[in-house]
T-cell receptor, first 109, second 114 residues
Framework: SQQGEEDPQALSIQEGENATMNCSYK?????LQWYRQNSGRGLVHLIL?????REKHSGRLRVTLDTSKKSSSLLITASRAADTASYFC?????????FGKGTLLTVNP | DVKVTQSSRYLVKRTGEKVFLECVQD?????MFWYRQDPGLGLRLIYF???????EKGDIPEGYSVSREKKERFSLILESASTNQTSMYLC?????????????FGPGTRLTVT
């Protein structure tokens, strides 16, 4: 059962532009999380938003959550080449997280 | 900082071999997880453990088993490796809670079964 599904599958932008990725999920969650994966490496946690929150910021990251639509978005502002990575959303309930397939973001210098 | 280590970054095994993938975390986390990651399929949960000697099947447990004898160590076992188990294997850990806390991932083991 896939709890997170990212859109688009791939995104290519220029350095300095903003990048927006969307995520939809299917069932009730306690929280929604976003992770980043650089090529061939492990995942790194970016941000967690709880089901009773609507928006959260962390540095250049802004996450929104709409539980009525079962969707979330991740905005990266003023992107840098180092932001090039795959981004995954996942819904959390109890112990488990269920990941989507990810959005591949390419930031061109 | 939480550190999750995996025994190998790259591993090549032959079909039918028994394969052990080891994962160790140093933050006294109660939950540990094994995922596999394949192109186009994302991350899929194989097994997880919420306490020593406790385990639960994830979404794709077939062909795998796990062992957790000590809190810090979680092993994934391929009893008889097959070519369709060629994949990137990721271990993760998280705090114990009724909520799903953030997970800390190891660097991954890229397993090739020939």
């Amino acid at each position: 059962s896939q709890q997170g599904e990212e859109d688009p599958q791939a995104l290519s932008i220029q350095e300095g532009e903003n990048a927006t990725m969307n995520c939809s999920y299917k069932t009730s969650i306690n929280n929604l999380q976003w992770y980043r994966q650089n090529s061939g490496r492990g995942l790194v946690h970016l941000i967690l938003i709880r089901s009773n929150e609507r928006e959260k910021h962390s540095g250049r990251l802004r996450v929104t959550l709409d539980t009525s639509k079962k969707s979330s978005s991740l905005l990266i502002t003023a992107s840098r080449a180092a932001d090039t990575a795959s981004y995954f959303c996942c819904g959390g309930s109890n112990y488990k997280l269920t990941f989507g397939k990810g959005t591949l973001l390419t930031v061109n210098p | 900082d939480v550190k999750v280590t995996q025994s190998s970054r790259y591993l090549v095994k032959r079909t039918g071999e028994k394969v052990f993938l080891e994962c160790v975390q140093d933050m006294d986390h109660e939950n540990m997880f094994w995922y596999r990651q394949d192109p186009g399929l994302g991350l899929r949960l194989i097994y997880f453990s919420y306490d020593v000697k406790m385990k639960e099947k994830g979404d794709i447990p077939e062909g795998y088993s796990v062992s957790r004898e000590k809190k810090e160590r979680f092993s994934l076992i391929l009893e008889s490796a097959s070519t369709n188990q060629t994949s990137m294997y990721l271990c993760a850990s998280s705090l114990s809670s009724s909520w799903a806390y953030e997970q800390y991932f190891g660097p991954g083991t890229r397993l090739t079964v020939t």
